[in-house]
């Protein structure tokens, strides 16, 4: 089956600065690779995704890289804020399969 | 719509007790996910159904373990007997087959304590 490997596991960064968070993925058929955030006692929810036709996706101060030559992929938040902080998942969905494979999660702290 | 909605939010209970999630998806959605979280393992997938059947229970941990899925409204995650290392936080997730992203929303959790 799918496994998905994230790092780092903690990640702290100045307010303003910028934060990259990696992850790889082991089956050539994945094909849906979303990341979700998740407060402190929330529920995970999604903030951005990508398909596997798309090598780039921006949305505001986030951004998802796809390099599917190396299986990898990439979270990418600019301009950070304390709000920010919080763990993010990344996630891999196999071809036609309907589960999402999920990373192991980075706890992100911006610091004021 | 009110997303999808688990109860109870916590459940305290004593080893050898019988425990049950309850899970309301998301109305149109054609598929449901049980995950259990901790921090040793991160999200892991218990059970998906689709159309209310159960498609891959493989990562139900044990027999003591059971979902359902009586109704395209309702599923539900039993733990029987329960024991101290199923403390966690259990989501239950909703997607439909065809939306762009999947539509792959998360309920707010069961965080289960056995103590």
């Known amino acids: 089956g799918e496994n998905v490997e994230q790092h780092p596991s903690t990640l702290s960064v100045q307010e303003g600065d910028s934060a990259v968070i990696k992850c790889t993925y082991s089956?050539?058929?994945?094909?849906?690779f979303p990341w979700y955030k998740q407060e402190l006692g929330k529920r995970p929810q999604l903030i951005i995704d990508?398909?596997?036709?798309?090598g780039e996706k921006k949305d505001q101060r986030i951004a998802v890289t796809l390099n599917k030559t190396a299986k990898h992929f990439s979270l990418h938040i600019t301009e950070t804020q304390p709000e920010d902080s919080a763990v993010y998942f990344c996630a891999a969905k196999r071809g036609s399969a309907r589960q999402l494979t999920f990373g192991s999660g980075t706890q992100l702290t911006v610091l004021p | 719509d009110a997303g999808v909605i688990q109860s109870p939010r916590h459940e305290v209970t004593e080893m050898g007790q019988e425990v049950t999630l309850r899970c309301k998806p998301i109305?149109?959605?054609?598929?449901l996910f049980w995950y259990r979280q901790t921090m040793m393992r991160g999200l892991e997938l218990l059970i998906y159904f689709n159309n209310n059947v159960p498609i891959d229970d493989s990562g139900m941990p044990e027999d003591r373990f059971s979902a359902k899925m009586p109704n395209a409204s309702f599923s539900t995650l039993k733990i029987q007997p329960s024991e101290p290392r199923d403390s966690a936080v259990y989501f239950c997730?909703?997607?439909?087959?065809?939306?762009?992203?999947?539509?792959?929303?998360f309920g707010s959790g069961t965080r289960l304590t056995v103590v």
């Open positions: 109305s149109g959605h054609d598929y």
């Open positions: 089956d050539s058929a994945s094909n849906y």
């Open positions: 997730a909703s997607s439909l087959r065809g939306a762009y992203n999947y539509g792959y929303t």
């Open positions: 990508i398909r596997s036709n798309v």
